[in-house]
């Protein structure tokens, strides 16, 4: 089955500085890669998706690219600021009827003001 | 977005007893549903699959006869723990996706705590 990596597991920045969260996947199936952030007790939120046909997407301080050759995917947040700490959890998804989708790691940010 | 409800968001049992847990798809019908198990400061572990109509697939190491799922219809889906001991409680989690999409819908989540 697929098998997701995140790094690193840990990772805190001063408030303004970028972030990047790094992830590869196995399955060269896979096609669809959502990124989540999930506070503490609360669901996972999708921030950003990207599909297999697109190498980059960008929605205001956040971004995603993905490397299909490599099987790697990250994600980058600009201008970070304290309501961005959280838990990010990468995923991939491999097509077909039930859609599954297997989760990184996660990665616990945390934003210094 | 797509709203889902799960009830109840918190629950202690004692060791032994049996937990249901009800998802719901509030504004759309769903194809597939997804319950997921996470153990704290971990990932989500997906637990089990299915489309509605037919039976979940489980995923390896997850007890069917321990976490029995309904998929009652396109809108509800339900897990009972049976049996539920100290080494269940977790944070269990629903989801829901359309066919034809990728896009999974989550529930809130419940928090389960077994005595």
């Known amino acids: 089955g697929e098998n997701v990596e995140q790094h690193p597991s840990t990772l805190s920045v001063q408030e303004g500085d970028s972030a990047v969260i790094k992830c590869t996947y196995s399955d060269s199936a896979s096609n669809y890669f959502p990124w989540y952030k999930q506070e503490l007790g609360k669901r996972p939120q999708l921030i950003i998706d990207?599909?297999?046909?697109?190498g980059e997407k960008k929605d205001q301080r956040i971004a995603v690219t993905l490397n299909k050759t490599a099987k790697h995917f990250s994600l980058h947040i600009t201008e970070t600021q304290p309501e961005d700490s959280a838990v990010y959890f990468c995923?991939?998804?491999?097509?077909?009827?039930?859609?599954?989708?297997?989760f990184g790691t996660g990665t616990k940010l945390q934003v210094i003001p | 977005g797509a709203v889902v409800s799960q009830h109840p968001s918190r629950v202690i049992c004692k060791s032994g007893t049996s937990v249901k847990i009800e998802c719901r798809s509030l504004d759309f019908q769903a194809t597939t549903m997804f319950w997921y198990r996470q153990f704290p400061k971990q990932s989500l572990m997906l637990m089990a699959t299915?489309?509605?109509?037919?039976?979940?697939?489980?995923e390896q190491g997850v007890e069917k006869d321990k976490f029995l799922i309904n998929h009652a219809s396109l809108t509800l889906s339900t897990l009972t723990v049976t049996s539920a001991h100290p080494e269940d409680s977790s944070f269990y989690i629903c989801?829901?996706?359309?066919?034809?999409?990728?896009?999974?819908?989550f529930g809130p989540g419940t928090r389960l705590t077994v005595l």
């Open positions: 989801s829901f996706g359309l066919a034809g999409g990728n896009e999974q819908f």
């Open positions: 299915s489309n509605e109509g037919s039976k979940a697939t489980y």
């Open positions: 995923a991939a998804s491999i097509p077909g009827g039930y859609q599954k989708v297997t």
């Open positions: 990207i599909r297999s046909n697109v």
